[in-house]
């Protein structure tokens, strides 16, 4: 278990409806990262938080998209107008700033179905 | 053309084998590099760093070659348990992961 949480575990929603999902880092970490994973392919980045300030965002994140992490702790991902394309799993991954290089350490994702 | 490529597999071992998996990435830029570990239906975990001289850790050994921008991951006396996706990851500047597909490994007693 690497104590990073994701809420909730699968979200099932209409195509056009607005979805968030939540993630708790653990607790000393002051990096946050979301990543996008579909079937048969790596884990893709979206964002990345260093403390509450977005450092950097993915070319691919479209304007649907909005990460926050108001307070420097947990985070939310924010989908409007949800596509089908959009069907995937969120994961949320923390790591300290100052640690070793890509010892990112993921939570249990967020399913994500458009119907 | 995909930043991290690898053979998406399945490699299908017997117990006790040496399996190798191979990855290229296109960035002559990345700075660090790493093999993931990633279970069915679970997250990804950090499975090892991979250095230029090249490291090893039990059974596990990586290898990098940037001149081919090649990495490799040789896994010797596979156990069932190994069976999972090995991901290889790249990073440049930044902290941002950049993932292959992964490699598909099944151990069969």
């Known amino acids: 278990d690497t104590g990073v949480s994701q809420d909730p575990r699968h979200k099932i929603t209409k195509r056009g409806q607005n979805v968030t999902f939540r993630c708790d880092p653990i607790?000393?970490?002051?990096?946050l990262y979301w990543y996008r994973q579909t079937l048969g392919q790596g884990p893709e980045f979206l964002t990345y938080?260093?403390?509450?300030?977005?450092?950097?965002k993915s070319r691919l994140l479209s304007d649907r998209f909005s990460a926050e992490r108001p307070k420097g702790s947990f985070s939310t991902l924010e989908i409007q107008r949800t596509e089908q394309g959009d069907s995937a799993m969120y994961l949320c991954?923390?790591?300290?700033?100052?640690?070793?290089?890509?010892?990112?350490?993921f939570g249990p994702g967020t399913r994500l179905t458009v119907l | 053309r995909k930043e991290v490529e690898q053979d998406p597999g399945p490699f299908n071992v017997p117990e006790g084998a040496t399996v190798a998996f191979n990855c290229t990435y296109s960035?002559?830029?990345?700075?660090?590099f790493f093999w993931y570990r990633q279970d069915c239906r679970k997250e990804p975990k950090l499975l090892m760093s991979?250095?230029?001289s090249g490291n090893e850790d039990g059974r596990f050994t990586a290898q990098l070659n940037r001149a081919s921008q090649y990495i490799s991951l040789l896994i010797r006396d596979s156990k069932l348990s190994d069976s999972a996706t090995y991901l290889c990851?790249?990073?440049?500047?930044?902290?941002?992961?950049?993932f292959g597909t992964g490699t598909r490994l099944q151990v069969f007693p």
């Open positions: 991954a923390s790591s300290l700033a100052l640690a070793l290089p890509g010892e990112q350490f």
């Open positions: 607790s000393e970490h002051n990096r």
């Open positions: 938080f260093q403390n509450e300030a977005q450092l950097e």
């Open positions: 960035n002559s830029a990345s700075q660090s």
């Open positions: 991979v250095y230029s």
């Open positions: 990851v790249v990073s440049e500047n930044t902290d941002k992961l950049i």
